[in-house]
């Protein structure tokens, strides 16, 4: 069975800093990954998706097979960042998706 | 934002009381889904449906019954709600292989 890993459960960060929320997973074909985010007060949503290779907010993220992860990274936190961060697999020709336990992120002034 | 909506977003109940919970879409999505999202264990699947009165387990399918007799509504019914049901359930609707799109959540208090 498929299963998203995210390491750390809080992280904190000063604005301007880099940082980079991680994300494992472990499926034996070949998924589809999300990074979903939720703000304050807001719903859940997507944030970006590996198929895409877009930037996203000054947000990208790369998907490693041969190490299978699929880190979110932003070379400049900004306040506006702080929110829980979900990292998500869709399984090949798949409609559910398998998320991953989140990340707070916390970016101090 | 107004595309999916929950209903109640909040109640208390007791335990051995049932408990439905309604979700409500406009934009004609083929799939919905119902998570519940608890610290530590981030979002799960409880059921989904792939079109109407076509429904389907996840992950965490026990104690939890779900209906879809129009494609717009996706009920999750808890039979006999505990207090290990407490939490904040997320109702999402999508085209299947493309993006969810997320409901703003209720937030269930079983005593």
């Known amino acids: 069975a498929q299963r998203v890993t995210q390491p750390e459960k809080l992280l904190s960060v000063f604005k301007g800093a880099p940082v980079e929320l991680k994300c494992n997973y472990s499926?034996?074909?070949?998924?589809?990954l999300f990074w979903y985010v939720q703000y304050s007060r807001q719903r859940l949503q997507l944030l970006l998706r590996h198929i895409s290779r877009e930037s996203i907010k000054g947000f990208t993220a790369d998907l490693n097979k041969g190490e299978t992860s699929f880190h979110l990274k932003k070379p400049f936190a900004q306040e506006e960042d702080s929110a829980m961060y979900y990292c998500a697999l869709r399984e090949t020709s798949g409609s559910r998706l398998t998320f991953g336990e989140g990340t707070q992120l916390t970016v101090n002034p | 934002d107004a595309g999916i909506t929950q209903s109640p977003r909040h109640k208390v109940t007791e335990t051995g009381t049932p408990v439905t919970l309604r979700c409500h879409q406009t934009?004609?999505?083929?799939?919905m889904y119902w998570y519940r999202q608890d610290p530590g264990h981030g979002l799960r699947l409880i059921h989904y449906?792939?079109?109407?009165?076509?429904?389907d387990k996840g992950e965490v399918s026990d104690g939890y019954s779900v209906s879809r007799s129009k494609t717009e509504d996706f009920l999750l019914t808890l039979e006999s709600a505990t207090s290990s049901q407490t939490s904040v359930y997320f109702c999402?609707?999508?085209?299947?292989?493309?993006?969810?799109?997320f409901g703003p959540g209720t937030r269930l208090t079983v005593l």
């Open positions: 934009e004609n999505h083929r799939y």
């Open positions: 449906s792939y079109g109407v009165k076509d429904t």
């Open positions: 499926y034996s074909g070949s998924p589809e």
């Open positions: 999402a609707s999508g085209q299947g292989g493309d993006e969810q799109f």
